[in-house]
């Protein structure tokens, strides 16, 4: 993203993956702001950001993580603001990781849901590309 002149925030709980993206910034010759953090908490992170992309991250919360997940995203996503997840969806039962239609349901009432793209994840478990964007408000 910083590459095509965005300004780029990168969030993750990993301080390695956080290396990683740091030295890569670095070998392309950009700059992006990287933070080791809970994405249920994001307590220094400051908004408003007119992208927000989750790829297999909120799939992996629990239902309190989901919520707290749902409430930085709605401090932290401008008027606007396009919010692109990826996700799998669990498994057989609802078991395991990954998204409900409840989720689904519930960012719903959030934001509005622009595209849907069904496919799977690599070959085997039932997967979805979603656009959604915060309305502006009234």
């Known amino acids: 993203m910083a590459r095509r002149g965005w300004s780029a925030t990168g969030v993750d709980f990993s301080p390695r993956a956080i290396t990683i993206a740091r030295r890569k910034a670095t070998l ?4 992006a702001a990287f ?6 908490r994001l307590e220094g992170i400051e908004g408003p950001f007119d992208l927000v ?11 309190g993580g989901a919520s707290r997940y ?11 603001g396009t919010f692109l997840l990826y996700g799998f969806f669990k498994g ?20 509005k849901l622009i595209s849907r793209q069904d ?7 039932p997967s979805a590309w979603f656009t959604f964007q915060r309305p502006q408000k009234a």
Do not use: Y
Not at 28 to 31: E, F, I, L, R, W
Not at 70 to 80: K, S, Y
Not at 119 to 125: I, K, N, P
């Open 53 to 63: 992309l989750d790829i297999g991250c909120l799939h992996n919360l629990p239902d």
């Open 92 to 111: 057989p039962g609802g078991s395991g990781p990954g998204l409900s239609e409840s989720t689904v349901e519930r960012l719903s009432g959030l934001l």
């Open 70 to 80: 749902l409430a930085n995203l709605e401090r932290l996503l401008a008027e606007n």
């Open 119 to 125: 496919g799977t994840d690599r070959g085997r478990r």
């Open 28 to 31: 392309a010759g950009v700059k």
């Open 35 to 40: 933070h080791v953090d809970d994405v249920t």
